[in-house]
């Protein structure tokens, strides 16, 4: 009876780890974020970044049919993360769904999103590789930052298509 008991309390502890470790995760690196930009004096509005290191699996300007009746709505972003217990995002996958077919068509890791601020405190030697893996992770995981990623791979599928 106790050997049950003890699976019982084991299972529902290592149950309860893994449904909070990804919300704690986030809440790290949120607090994490908050900490340096106070340290530093910037805000996190201060933090530009682009796209342009997104890889495309697909050729742009693409003839696939599927991209070219793609909606923006059809744009599905899929967070890439590494670790069950301890999460760690490695990047945002992003497929084309339509028709309920889904096509992988770009990936952007969280190494390759560069902010020009970061980049330059980085240089000055006032955060360190891993404050802007934590910094550039919740800038890349707000909500904001994934409509935009959405409206710009939108974009950059119906450049050179013209309705008509």
């Known amino acids: 009876m106790n050997g049950q008991l003890g699976f019982i309390i084991l299972f529902c502890s290592l149950f309860i780890l893994w449904i909070t470790s990804k919300p704690f995760y986030y809440l790290s690196l949120r607090l994490h974020m908050k900490r340096v930009s106070r340290k530093l004096n910037f805000r996190y509005k201060d933090l530009h ?21 793609a909606k923006k709505e059809d744009i599905e972003l899929k967070i890439d993360i590494r670790g069950l217990f301890y999460p760690e995002v ?5 497929f084309l769904t339509n028709k309920n077919k889904s ?19 980085e240089k000055e030697k006032k955060i360190n590789e891993e404050d802007y893996r934590k910094i550039g992770t919740f800038k ?19 450049s050179g298509h013209y309705s008509g």
């Open 140 to 158: 890349l995981l707000h909500p904001k930052t994934l409509l935009e990623m959405k409206e710009d791979i939108f974009k950059n599928l119906q």
């Open 49 to 69: 970044h682009s796209f342009e290191q997104m890889v495309y699996f697909i050729n742009l300007p693409s003839h696939l049919p599927e991209v070219i009746d």
């Open 90 to 94: 490695n990047g945002i996958k992003v």
């Open 103 to 121: 096509l992988f068509i770009a990936y952007i890791p969280v190494e390759d999103f560069r902010m020009p601020l970061l980049d330059k405190l």
